[in-house]
């Protein structure tokens, strides 16, 4: 895979989310790159405060391979809301890169326009905000380039399944083993 990959931080973001992948990929030796969405500061929805790289709008679509959304409320909403981070789900999947996204956050992708059709997973209680998508109510899903979790105690298989779309399955499994996830 080509591009950077990169999780984005929107304020009230679920903290588990978003620091699982950032930690296991990390440990499997992935460069990411976190990106805030309107601040470099940005502070989950249990208080727990993050520093981005930088603002997610000084990267452009075109250097993006992945696109990383945690969930968490009102982080999701902040999200799907934002026409920035639609462009550039858009984007990054029309131009070959994995979209991402877990436990409320896939209501980005709906909204983006990326799931219809799609096997999809998602935080049970956003399920009827994800249009014609096929829910399947799995801890994490892969339909092609996109990759849903379900919710914080999805977190290290949604990421598992990042790291084999990154190439890093073995080293993952190797990884998870080693931190006694079964």
């Known amino acids: 895979m080509n591009g950077k990959i990169v999780i984005v931080l929107a304020e009230g973001f679920e903290e588990i989310e978003a620091v699982t992948p950032i930690d296991v990929l990390r440990r499997l030796g992935v460069v990411l790159t976190i990106a805030g969405l309107d601040s470099l500061q940005v502070t989950g929805s249990h208080g727990i405060g993050l520093r981005a790289d930088c603002l ?5 679509a075109s250097e993006i ?3 990383v959304l945690p969930g968490g409320m009102p982080g999701s909403k902040y999200l799907r809301d934002s026409d920035l981070v639609i462009g550039l789900l858009r984007k ?17 992708l709906e909204r983006a326009g990326l799931i219809d059709g799609k096997k999809v997973t998602s935080y049970p209680g956003v399920r009827e905000q994800l249009g014609r ?8 899903e892969v339909d092609g380039r996109i ?18 779309a990154l190439g890093k399955g073995r080293e993952a499994a190797e990884t998870f083993e080693a931190m006694l996830v079964k």
């Open 56 to 60: 997610l709008a000084d990267i452009p």
């Open 65 to 67: 391979g992945m696109l």
């Open 92 to 108: 990054v999947y029309a131009a070959g890169g994995y979209v991402a996204a877990i436990c409320a956050a896939p209501i980005a």
């Open 133 to 140: 998508s096929i829910y399947t109510g799995n801890m994490a």
């Open 147 to 164: 990759i849903t979790g379900m919710g914080p105690g999805a977190s290290f298989e949604f990421t598992r399944r990042l790291a084999e």
